[in-house]
Every structure is written in C-alpha cells, then in structure tokens.
C-alpha cells in the first residue's frame, strides 16, 4: 500500500469510495461525498490523501481548515475518511490517519479536531476537552488532538462546505 496526495483524475473515484464507504452508516447524511467535492471547489481541500494499492484507489482522507471562536488558527477538521468496505479493518483507515497527521504536524497546524466514534480514534491521541467545544453534534463524539503549541479554548466551526446543500 503507497499513500500520496490526491491527484485531479482522483476526483471522481474518491466520490464514489466516500458515498459507498458511508451508505448505510447510521451517523451518515449521505452528503460525505458531496462535503468532499465542495471543499475541493471552495480551495478547502488543506490535505487530500489516498491509500493505493497498484493502480486502485483503496482509501482516502480529507482535512479542512475550521475556526475557533470565528478565527481560523490553522487547526483543521479531519474528515470524512473512506476505506472501500471489502478493505476495511486491513489497517487502511489507520495509516491514512497516521500519514495525515503526520503531515499536518510537519506543515505546523496547531492541532486537529474530529466528529466520530472515540473508541476508534483514541489510538491516535484524539481526546475530550470540554474547553474545546462544538455545537452540532454529541459532545461525547467532538474530539480534539494538539500538534504543535498549546490547545485553544473556544467553539469549533467546520468548513461552510461541511453544511449540507
Ligand atoms: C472508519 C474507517 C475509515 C476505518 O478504516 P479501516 O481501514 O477500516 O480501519 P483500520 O483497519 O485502520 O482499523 C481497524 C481497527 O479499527 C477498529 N474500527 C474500525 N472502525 C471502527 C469504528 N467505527 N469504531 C470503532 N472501532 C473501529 C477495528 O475494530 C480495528 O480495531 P483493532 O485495530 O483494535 O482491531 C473505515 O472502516 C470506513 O471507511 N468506515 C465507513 C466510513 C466511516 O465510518 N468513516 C468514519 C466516520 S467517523
């Protein structure tokens, strides 16, 4: 498995593994794939990877920037993130992840917030932190993880683009 950043011919593939990956997800909206396509049209798109294995595109995360407290601080929304269903649970969605952030830390973001299940996400360090909140959506499932600096306090906002159409 080689991971790299999306390239435009890309776009379609990660539509289509974004809309199967999430189908039938009770947390889903159906709109991940669309979030995907609004954030690269908005030039929102901050990190882009896919997961390959020889020709096939096997996984794909995205990170976007959001504001805290109206800001932008260079913190950013992980999400959504897609294996193809026949390929999960193979380690995909975790190097996909790893690679990501790794590469954030390296560019300097401060941190990285998420949406999701935190039994999944705890093994990346994401966390809880009452002082680093968002409206839409359960406290439990907003979690937060500092890359460089100290952690903000304040509200979260994702990308406009994450706002269904
Ligand atoms: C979530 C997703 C990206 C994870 O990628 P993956 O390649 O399947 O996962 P990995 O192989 O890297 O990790 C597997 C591990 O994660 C666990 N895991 C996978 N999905 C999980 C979930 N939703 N909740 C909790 N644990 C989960 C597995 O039990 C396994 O644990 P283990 O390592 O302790 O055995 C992938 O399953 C997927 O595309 N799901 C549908 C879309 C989705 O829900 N996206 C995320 C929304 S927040």
Redesign the pocket.
């Known amino acids: 498995m080689q991971l790299r950043p999306e390239r435009p011919d890309d776009a379609t593939t990660i539509h289509k593994l974004t809309d199967t990956?999430?189908r039938g997800?009770p947390?889903s909206d159906g709109d991940e794939a669309s979030v995907i396509d609004r954030l690269r049209f908005a030039g929102a798109l901050s990190l882009s990877l896919v997961a390959t294995h020889g020709d096939e595109i096997v996984?794909h995360v995205a990170f976007s920037p959001v504001s805290i407290d109206g800001v932008t601080a260079d913190w950013y929304g992980l999400?959504?993130?897609?294996?193809w269903p026949e390929?999960?649970?193979?380690?995909?969605?975790?190097?996909l992840i790893r690679e990501g952030l790794a590469r954030l830390r390296s560019m300097g973001a401060g941190g990285c917030v998420?949406?999701?299940?935190p039994?999944?996400y705890v093994r990346f360090g994401f966390e809880n932190d009452p002082d680093l909140r968002h409206a839409g959506g359960p406290a439990w499932a907003f979690q937060c993880l500092t890359l460089n600096g100290s952690r903000p306090k304040g509200e979260v906002e994702f990308h406009p683009a994450f706002d269904a159409a």
């Open positions: 990956a999430f997800m947390y996984g999400g959504p993130v897609s294996v390929r999960q649970r193979t380690g995909i969605g975790q190097a998420l949406l999701g299940d039994a999944y």
